[in-house]
Nanobody
Framework: QVQLVESGGGLVQAGGSLRLSCEASGSAFSRNAMGWFRQAPGMEREFVALVTWTGGSTYADSVKGRFTITRDSAKNTVYLQMNSLKPEDTAVYYC????????????????WGQGTQVIVSS
């Protein structure tokens, strides 16, 4: 059974930093794109960042230059370093991994974590 377990969320002041982690288990994800989405109250879930199995990364415009996504394939773990946080970054952050290696994280079927809350106070 595939599981994605996030950690690292919390409460931080505007301008601060947090590092989210997501460990995948139950399957090998070395060739699967992984990444992060977020959902603010009353809003739809939105894409934040992804990293491919080759290490390439893509970011939403709203987080470019502030967030960095990395992965440790040996540990089946993906990280999201979030700097210069803003109140509008407040959301539940979800880790995701594609079901089929080589498919698109943004459009194709994916596994989801349970989410971790990030709150940025002004």
């Amino acid at each position: 059974q595939v599981q994605l377990v996030e950690s690292g969320g919390g409460l931080v002041q505007a301008g601060g930093s947090l590092r989210l982690s997501c460990e995948a288990s139950g399957s090998a994800f070395s060739r699967n794109a992984m990444g992060w989405f977020r959902q603010a109250p009353g809003m739809e879930r939105e894409f934040v960042a992804l990293v491919t199995w080759t290490g390439g990364s893509t970011y939403a415009d709203s987080v470019k230059g502030r967030f960095t996504i990395t992965r440790d394939s040996a540990k089946n773990t993906v990280y999201l370093q979030m700097n210069s946080l803003k109140p509008e970054d407040t959301a539940v952050y979800y880790c995701a991994a594609v079901v089929i290696p080589g498919s698109s994280l943004r459009t194709d079927p994916k596994y989801w974590g349970q989410g971790t809350q990030v709150i940025v106070s002004s």
